[in-house]
């Protein structure tokens, strides 16, 4: 249970997959402008974590043992056909569902977040439960992240900016002095 | 529909420079953030990656009238991916200290959108020559700013340059540069320094896009002359000034 519970934490804040791994760059910096987009954008990830991490788990258990130079193609075509499965699922059988998440699945797909998830977990030899808790506090991870930036951002919105700074150079700065806040986290662990 | 037609040089160029993949198109931000903490590792990446966009170029455009338009992201994917398996095994191969340097972000490669962006836009339309070109330029401004990264962050991160001290030592590294906040950092200021660069070029026309920080006085013979302040945008982009 505690690894587990360690598996989390240090998935969503130690090792944040976005301010600290720079996985997931894109939706952080498109999709972040404002708080409400954000989060759904969060939610979506999650869900899309998940299913990547039970695909991966079955895959590397019962597929790649013996082709483990196959991994990355399947991997990929395996999590983004599936991905493209629900995503028609969700949208036949619960439209308001689809409205609120669909349009961010297929950006989501091809996001180095999701294919770093699978990776990162077949690297360090999680088992499913292991796995499908990491993805759920990565997923946690980037909806905080990206929540979080969306806040700053709307409140950058109001501000008198200088008109050299109003592109994705003041973003990036914002980003690492969250990045920077989140090296705090490091300090959890070392006890 | 035909392509804009383009030459030679053009193909080549744009991508190298005024349409850099991550200076400009914000591109391939992932490993240009992740792994530019030393220059060796930002070459090894850049090169990695220059080596997977070129083959991929290439037999996306000689195989072009043979992919089926629905499904050609999915062949573009796979077809990218072969290559980066490839780079993997080439890499853990060649320089293995590198390879577990970059660790996971070799496989990223393959969903870095500055690699199918070319496929997309430019290599499933073009002759195998133009994109080629087109891949060798994107390829190099990709290494271009990779090692721009990886020169600012290693320099004043640990004080050397591929390794061998610059700085001398009364020089107190600036850890945070080789930590992941340093990426953003050094990314966000290079794209501020460009954009000011940008701006400089331009002479604004309207008061209204005189930058802030800058005061503008009508002096009584009609002349008019720019206070700056003392910070360095602001000072930069006094070129207003200049205007009158």
């Known amino acids: 249970m505690g690894e587990l519970a360690w598996i989390f934490v240090s ?119 292991e796995g499908l808790v990491f993805a759920l506090g990565a997923g946690a991870g980037l909806t905080l992240a990206l929540t979080l930036m969306a806040s700053i951002r709307e409140r950058v919105e109001l501000s008198d900016v200088p008109a050299v700074a109003r592109n994705m150079g003041l973003v990036l700065i914002l980003a690492g002095t969250l990045s920077l806040a989140f090296m705090g986290f490091a300090g959890l662990f070392t006890a | 529909m035909s392509p804009r037609a383009t030459t030679p040089s053009q193909d080549f160029f744009r991508g190298v420079w005024r349409e850099n993949p991550v200076l400009v198109q914000l591109l391939g931000l992932c490993p240009a953030l992740a792994v530019t903490n030393t220059v060796a590792n930002s070459l090894a990446m850049g090169i990695a990656t220059f080596f997977v966009l070129t083959g991929s170029s290439l037999l996306v455009s000689l195989f072009k009238s043979w992919i089926p338009k629905e499904v050609r992201i999915s062949a573009y994917i796979l077809i990218i991916a072969t290559f980066v398996t490839m780079a993997d095994m080439i890499l853990a191969a060649v320089v293995p200290d590198i390879h577990k340097a970059l660790g996971a972000f070799i496989a990223l490669i393959v969903v870095n959108c500055m690699i199918l962006g070319r496929q997309e836009a430019f290599a499933s339309k073009r002759p195998v020559g133009r994109a080629l070109l087109d891949a060798f330029g994107t390829g190099v401004g990709f290494i271009i700013a990779m090692f721009m990264m990886g020169t600012v962050r290693e320099v004043l991160g640990n004080g050397t340059f591929l390794d061998i001290p610059v700085l001398g030592s009364s020089f107190e590294p600036w850890i945070v540069m080789i930590l992941p906040p340093g990426g953003f950092f050094t990314l966000g200021l ?55």
């Open chain 1, 11 to 129: 998935a969503m804040l130690v090792n944040n997959f976005t301010l600290v791994l720079f996985l997931g760059l894109c939706p952080f910096l498109g999709v972040s402008a404002k708080v409400g987009t954000a989060v759904r954008m969060g939610a979506a990830n999650i869900f899309v974590l998940v299913i990547t991490s039970l695909t991966a788990s079955f895959l590397n258990a019962y597929v790649l043992a013996q082709a483990p130079y196959l991994r990355l193609i399947s991997f990929i075509v395996v999590i983004a056909s599936l991905v493209q499965i629900v995503e028609m699922a969700i949208k036949k059988l619960s439209p308001a569902l689809f409205r609120e998440l669909g349009i961010f699945l297929p950006l989501i797909t091809t996001n180095c977040a999701i294919l770093g998830l699978a990776i990162f977990q077949t690297n360090r030899g999680y088992g499913a439960l």
């Open chain 2, 190 to 244: 290079l794209l501020l320094l460009f954009a000011w660069w940008e701006e400089r070029k331009a002479v604004p026309v309207h008061p209204r896009h005189w930058p802030h920080g800058v005061t503008v006085t009508v002096g009584g013979d009609g002349s008019v002359g720019a206070g700056r302040t003392t910070s360095a945008g602001a000072a930069g982009r006094g070129s207003g000034g200049r205007h009158g």
